[in-house]
């Protein structure tokens, strides 16, 4: 009896052991585990930081290829190529004034084009950008010396205040946005701006802000919806092109007579009517076109022949005297139709 005592104390006992042995083994096997584990995230991330500076280097030189000098100015050119969005590491290349990117996919305009001082031309048409970024201009990273910015045929739907202040700003396109529909009033503090073309977008009046612009050379608002012209447009007395063609115009303020500068006026595919009177003395427009519009009266000038020998200069300029003519002959013949009117009711009293 004893001896089975024994026996059984020593087997518990030995069990005992086992599994005392068994949970060191167990805790040495987990400890070990999460040890490779631990590795293997500390590895994973150097490989991870190692692939991004790779990635980055890659990114850096390909960018470098597309750099080009062109009469003492250093551009960077992508055209045609996947780039939906430009790597932080552009950032080394701050001494690129000029930005000519077309067709690239590319989504948004980065948040570090601020860092980029000394970029003379932004250049980012045909892409699917849907804002303009407000770090365009902010704090220290002011685009001081931006003078071009063209956003033609992506998908801008506002222009922000700050865009207003790129003081040195002369070029501004944003042509087929289609969406775009109004400007900030503090768009008129942009002193400089010469060339704007908002053509193809949803513009239904000429904003004020527009009108304001007291450098404005060449204005293209053609495209959009614009069922009318501010009474006081002869404010923009620098303008000398106005490109109005495809809208809803039905009539045209007499003030657009006073507009001195004016040079080229098209007007081609509205709803005019008829034709102010006054602009007869705009001796200074050298073309204007009213092409398909529903003008009261039925006037056809002459057809005149082009000379064989006459250069393609000369035909374009008769082209553009014949649209000036044919305005000419409008308002004469409107004025005769209207005597005639008048001298009949005075027979008939």
Do not use: G
């Given at each position: 009896m004893f001896l089975f005592q024994q026996e059984v104390v020593m087997t518990v006992a030995a069990c005992g052991s086992v599994r005392s042995i068994k949970a060191l083994w167990e805790t040495r096997i987990k400890r070990r585990e999460e040890e490779q584990s631990r590795r293997s995230l500390r590895g994973g991330a150097m490989v991870r930081l190692s692939l991004g500076v790779w990635e980055d280097r890659a990114a850096l030189a390909r960018l470098k290829d597309k750099l080009q000098m062109e009469d003492g100015c250093l551009?960077?050119?992508?055209?045609?190529?996947?780039?939906?969005?430009?790597?932080?590491?552009?950032?080394?290349?701050?001494?690129?004034?000029?930005?000519?990117?077309?067709?690239a996919g590319l989504q948004k305009i980065p948040p570090f084009i601020s860092s980029f001082q000394s970029l003379l031309v932004l250049d980012l048409s045909r892409n699917g950008i849907s804002e303009i970024p407000k770090q365009i201009v902010l704090f220290s990273g002011k685009?001081?010396?931006?003078?071009?910015?063209?956003?033609?045929?992506?998908?801008?739907?506002?222009?922000?205040?700050?865009?207003?202040?790129?003081?040195?700003?002369?070029?501004?396109?944003?042509?087929?946005?289609?969406?775009?529909?109004?400007?900030?009033?503090?768009?008129?503090?942009?002193?400089?701006?010469?060339?704007?073309?908002?053509?193809?977008?949803?513009?239904?009046?000429?904003p004020d802000s527009v009108v304001g612009l007291p450098a404005l050379e060449w204005l293209d608002m053609g495209g959009n919806r614009l069922q009318h012209l501010p009474e006081d447009i002869h404010r923009m007395g620098k303008l000398h092109t106005f490109w109005l063609q495809r809208n809803e115009l039905q009539k045209l303020p007499e003030n657009i007579s006073r507009m001195s500068g004016l040079d080229t006026l098209v007007l081609s595919s509205n709803r005019l009517k008829d034709i102010p009177p006054l602009m007869e003395d705009m001796s200074q427009l050298r073309f204007v076109n009213f092409r398909d519009n529903p003008l009261t009266l039925d006037v056809t000038l002459p057809s005149r022949k082009m000379e064989a020998n006459m250069d393609e200069e000369d035909q374009e300029d008769d082209r553009e005297m014949y649209g000036r003519e044919f305005m000419k002959l409008y308002i004469r013949e409107a004025r005769t139709r209207a005597y005639t009117v008048l001298d009949m009711h005075r027979t008939s009293r």
């Open positions: 551009i960077l050119r992508i055209e045609h190529e996947e780039w939906k969005s430009l790597p932080s590491c552009l950032i080394q290349l701050r001494e690129v004034q000029e930005w000519q990117i077309h067709r685009l001081t010396r931006l003078r071009e910015l063209m956003l033609n045929y992506n998908r801008i739907q506002f222009v922000p205040v700050e865009l207003s202040y790129c003081e040195s700003l002369e070029k501004l396109e944003l042509a087929m946005n289609r969406v775009l529909s109004c400007l900030p009033d503090q768009f008129r503090n942009l002193n400089r701006l010469q060339h704007l073309d908002l053509s193809m977008n949803d513009f239904t009046c000429l």
